[in-house]
């Protein structure tokens, strides 16, 4: 079955303490993206990433890290949480056929809770 | 830059009844446009989509048609279920994948809430 997986679905830390979310598509997919969804803000781009090794900036990124060193993985990297990152993530994935009307698959979801 | 503006919800019907949830944009380009859903617990599912001018997306019953003229994209069904309890995103993408910046924008969401 094609998909994205997220791991934890949830997670609760504490401020400073470093955690991962990971991310991983078996649809042979070139392009991921991370998003935080927030009430009132609808959906925000994190980062995302072209290709093995090509990342970029997204509209949040402030807080975060991601690597790329596979095409199916892209985990999300939060090294010292602060509670304003208390919110739902989402990974997601999309075929890079170079075309505005590429359609992006989503993953089930991260609650993170950063006390 | 670019926005997605959606009707502010929640939004209740019983069942059976005609829904629209309105979608507006503003883009500089030729945009394609979105309705994603997503059900309590779930992550997003594209709903239907539209490329071009005039063009309607439709599945599961839902329709939209991109109105340039209008720049809308209104959600309808005809008759609502229970199991369309969810939050639906309208959503535009002007750029492909491969350009800096980010691809696809959401509306704030609206939760449409449907009663037996």
């Known amino acids: 079955e094609a998909q994205v997986t997220q791991n934890p679905r949830y997670l609760i830390t504490v401020t400073g303490k470093k955690l991962t979310v990971t991310c991983s598509q078996n649809m042979n997919h070139e392009y991921m993206s991370w998003y935080r969804q927030d009430p009132g803000l609808g959906l925000r781009q994190i980062y995302y990433s072209m290709n093995v090794e090509v990342t970029d900036k997204g509209d949040v990124p402030e807080g975060y890290k991601v690597s790329r060193k596979e095409k199916r993985n892209f985990p999300l990297i939060l090294e010292s949480p602060s509670p304003n990152q208390t919110s739902l993530y989402f990974c997601?994935?999309?075929?890079?056929?170079?075309?505005?009307?590429?359609?992006?698959?989503f993953g089930p979801g991260t609650r993170l809770t950063v006390l | 830059g670019d926005s997605v503006t959606q009707m502010e919800g929640p939004v209740t019907l019983s069942e059976e009844a005609f829904l629209t949830i309105n979608c507006t944009y503003t883009a500089t380009g030729y945009p394609s446009l979105f309705w994603y859903v997503q059900y309590p617990g779930e992550g997003l599912q594209l709903l239907l989509k539209?490329?071009?001018?005039?063009d309607k997306g439709s599945n599961k019953g839902f329709e939209a048609t991109y109105r340039k003229e209008t720049t809308s994209f209104h959600l309808e069904k005809g008759s609502v279920q229970v199991s369309d309890s969810a939050v639906y995103f309208c959503?535009?993408?002007?750029?492909?994948?491969?350009?800096?910046?980010?691809?696809?924008?959401f509306g704030k969401g609206t939760t449409l809430s449907v009663s037996s």
């Open positions: 997601a994935s999309s075929s890079h056929r170079k075309a505005s009307t590429d359609t992006q698959y």
């Open positions: 959503a535009l993408s002007d750029r492909p994948l491969g350009q800096a910046g980010t691809a696809l924008i």
């Open positions: 539209a490329t071009k001018a005039d």
